[in-house]
């Protein structure tokens, strides 16, 4: 009799603390009544930051291949995820600023109409339908508003753990000198490890602590109370929607690759990139510009963009660890100059005068020379560089020689002489 009434008490204890855990203090009422407050504050400023934010990765993504050389594979992989990850927060944000607009219509409404529907005064057909109030839909909208404000929290940890390994790699990368995307084999290593672990360790307490965190309590939550699937469709067509942003603004991104083939970017050429006149100054130069589009002088300056990696193939070259072909008819080259060849209308142009410089543009390194135009013709004239490009990329070795690195139309424009 005694064991029973002592299993009795035991239970109307555990049933008690479970009833006060779900007690919802009334500070935290008062807090979630007033949440579209710091809501709409914290979206508005978020998503006015992350419009600002992908020109800022790019810039980045530029200075890690030209003067870090990051591999270009790994910092274009940086550029993509950071670059998905912004445009994801974007599209959330977005969509709960919209909600919320009109969320705060409805409450208007509310206020206006409390009663909604007087079915009595509509056409004969609306009658039979049954509206919803305005405070009912107030309050459904309300639901889903402060529902997709949590979701950003969520994704933001997830994404947040993967940037800080990123960051790492990155790091490593540029302290080791990696310059054949030796950080890839850590990434995939790390990856393996990490599935390693979750199989292995899945009934301990570490895989209890993962499957119990922050974020995956936050998942659960989701899960449990809207459904698996639905939540999985959502967070799905979020991500489809980022796609078209994020790809916007990678764009012009391969030009940075210093041994890829841009003849397809040639076809329509993006003018920002090869003249000065028309550069914007806050994002370095991808390859060789020069300063106008239109030419009065009987000389021009050609400049060319200096990447970090042709420092390190120029070593291998002049110790012969690297030898060139016959088959492309290149020289085994002996300074950074040697491994460009300049054409003006397909004439190569030999003994060119190369100096170091730094451009305005950000203190970017290149390289600059003068080109003799006294006796060409009027009207358009091409400059095109060529290249000697080594590529290596962990297994993969690759020696190519870009003959269309880059290309620059030009008008020559004769000055009318006054008699």
């Not at 591999?71 to 919209?98: E, P, Q, R």
């Not at 002088?297 to 070259?317: G, Q």
């Not at 451009?359 to 600059?368: I, M, R, V």
Request: glycine share 4%.
């Amino acid at each position: 009799m005694e064991e029973k009434s002592t299993n009795s008490t035991q239970s109307n204890i555990e049933d008690n603390t479970a009833k006060n855990s779900n007690v919802i203090p009334d500070w935290l009422k008062d807090t979630q009544n007033k949440s579209w407050e710091p809501e709409i504050i914290i979206s508005g400023l978020l998503l006015t930051s992350l419009f600002i934010v992908p020109s800022k990765l790019f810039q980045l993504f530029t200075v890690l291949t030209q003067e870090y050389a990051v591999h270009y594979v790994s910092a274009g992989i940086i550029l993509m995820y950071l670059t998905f990850a912004i445009n994801v927060f974007k599209v959330f944000f977005v969509v709960h600023l919209l909600s919320r607009l009109v969320w705060a219509g409805l409450v208007g409404l509310s206020y206006a109409f409390p009663e909604g529907v007087d079915n009595t005064k509509l056409f004969k057909h609306f009658r039979q339908y049954h509206f919803p109030s305005p405070t009912e839909m107030v309050i459904k909208l309300e639901k889903w508003c402060s529902t997709m404000f949590g979701f950003p929290v969520y994704t933001g940890i997830i994404f947040s753990i993967f940037t800080l390994v990123l960051i790492l790699l990155v790091g490593v990368s540029i302290y080791f000198e990696f310059h054949g995307g030796e950080e890839l084999y850590i990434f995939l290593f790390l990856a393996l490890a990490y599935t390693i672990l979750v199989l292995v360790f899945k009934k301990t307490k570490l895989a209890e602590w993962m499957g119990t965190s922050l974020p995956s309590t936050i998942s659960s939550i989701y899960q449990s109370n809207l459904g698996k699937w639905k939540v999985m469709i959502f967070v799905n067509v979020i991500l489809l929607l980022s796609l078209p942003f994020s790809f916007n603004d990678m764009e012009g991104d391969n030009l940075y690759a210093n041994i890829k083939s841009i003849d397809e970017d040639l076809e329509w050429l993006d003018k920002s990139f090869w003249y000065e006149e028309y550069h914007d100054k806050d994002f370095r130069y991808p390859r060789a510009f020069i300063k106008t589009e239109q030419v009065y002088d009987k000389s021009l300056i050609l400049n060319i963009a200096h990447f970090k990696e042709d420092e390190y193939n120029l070593v291998f070259f002049k110790s012969g660890e690297i030898q060139i072909p016959d088959s492309l008819g290149w020289e085994q080259p002996e300074k950074l100059s040697d491994i460009f060849k300049v054409y003006l209308n397909d004439s190569l142009i030999s003994d060119l005068d190369w100096s170091q410089v730094k451009f305005q543009t950000n203190y970017q390194k290149g390289f600059t020379t003068q080109l003799n135009i006294e006796n060409l013709k009027p009207g358009k004239n091409v400059i095109r560089v060529e290249k000697l490009c080594f590529y290596s990329l962990l297994f993969l070795k690759r020696l190519r020689v870009r003959e269309r690195w880059s290309e620059i139309p030009f008008y020559k424009i004769e000055r009318i002489k006054n008699n």
